[in-house]
T-cell receptor
Framework: RKEVEQDPGPFNVPEGATVAFNCTYS??????FFWYRQDCRKEPKLLMS???SGNEDGRFTAQLNRASQYISLLIRDSKLSDSATYLC???????????FGAGTILRVKS | SAVISQKPSRDICQRGTSLTIQCQVD?????MFWYRQQPGQSLTLIAT?????????ESGFVIDKFPISRPNLTFSTLTVSNMSPEDSSIYLC??????????????FGPGTRLTVL
C-alpha cells in the first residue's frame, strides 16, 4: 500500500464548478499535511497547509480527518487557471521528510 | 519566501557521463533536500543534504550514484554519476527552515530537466 494515495483523475470540470479531491495516508504518526499544486513542467508550489480544524483560503477549503487518515481539498467556482496537478503531501514524521501522493489532475474547461 | 535557483535548468547528456546540479538559496536555510520526478510520476526523495556531513539517503539511492555536497547553509550540489537513460528525470532541490522559509513548509527550486541519451 502506498503511503499517500490519491485518485489520479483526470477530473474534467466546467468553469464555475465545485470539485473535491481526496487523499488517504497510511502513517498515523504524520504531523503535517499539505496540498501542493504543480503546473506542467514546473516545480510544485505550496497551495495550502491543512490543519486539524480545517482551513479555507478564498475558493479553496482543506479538511483533515486524523481518525480516518484522510485529507480533502475543495475548490469552488473553478477557474481555467486552476487546471494543474494537485499533490497531497504528508510529513512522515521527524526530519521534515515529505511523502508525495501521485497527484490528481484537474482540467477546467470553458 | 526564499528564492531558490538551480543550474543547469536542463541538459542532455551521454550515457556513462556525470552531471552536477547546483542549488542556490538567497538566504540561510535549515534543511535542503533533493528529489527526483520521473516522467508522469510524482516526486521521490533522493536524500537530505546535511551541512558539513554526509547526506542521508533514502532507500534505493546510494552515495556512489548520487553524491551530494552541502558546504554551507545556502548551497548544495547533486551529482548524477555514470548516467543511463533511466536517469532521465527532473531533479529538484527543496528547502525548509530559516528566516525566509517556514519551519515545516518546503519550497522547491525550479528543477533541472535531465535527458540521458
Amino acid at each position: 500500500r502506498k503511503e499517500v494515495e490519491q485518485d489520479p483523475g483526470p477530473f474534467n470540470v466546467p468553469e464555475g464548478a465545485t470539485v473535491a479531491f481526496n487523499c488517504t495516508y497510511s502513517n498515523s504518526a504524520s504531523q503535517s499535511f499539505f496540498w501542493y499544486r504543480q503546473d506542467c513542467r514546473k516545480e510544485p508550489k505550496l497551495l495550502m497547509s491543512v490543519y486539524s480544524s480545517g482551513n479555507e483560503d478564498g475558493r479553496f477549503t482543506a479538511q483533515l480527518n486524523r481518525a480516518s487518515q484522510y485529507i480533502s481539498l475543495l475548490i469552488r467556482d473553478s477557474k481555467l487557471s486552476d487546471s494543474a496537478t494537485y499533490l497531497c503531501v504528508v510529513n512522515g514524521g521527524y526530519g521534515n521528510k515529505l511523502v508525495f501522493g501521485a497527484g490528481t489532475i484537474l482540467r477546467v474547461k470553458s | 519566501s526564499a528564492v531558490i535557483s538551480q543550474k543547469p535548468s536542463r541538459d542532455i547528456c551521454q550515457r556513462g557521463t556525470s552531471l552536477t546540479i547546483q542549488c542556490q538559496v538567497d538566504s540561510q536555510v535549515t534543511m535542503m533536500f533533493w528529489y527526483r520526478q520521473q516522467p508522469g510520476q510524482s516526486l521521490t526523495l533522493i536524500a537530505t543534504a546535511n551541512q558539513g556531513s554526509e547526506a542521508t539517503y533514502e532507500s534505493g539511492f546510494v552515495i556512489d550514484k548520487f553524491p551530494i555536497s552541502r558546504p554551507n547553509l545556502t548551497f548544495s550540489t547533486l551529482t548524477v554519476s555514470n548516467m543511463s537513460p533511466e536517469d532521465s528525470s527532473i531533479y529538484l532541490c527543496s528547502v525548509v527552515g530559516g528566516r525566509a522559509v517556514g519551519a515545516d513548509t518546503q519550497y522547491f527550486g525550479p528543477g533541472t530537466r535531465l535527458t540521458v541519451l
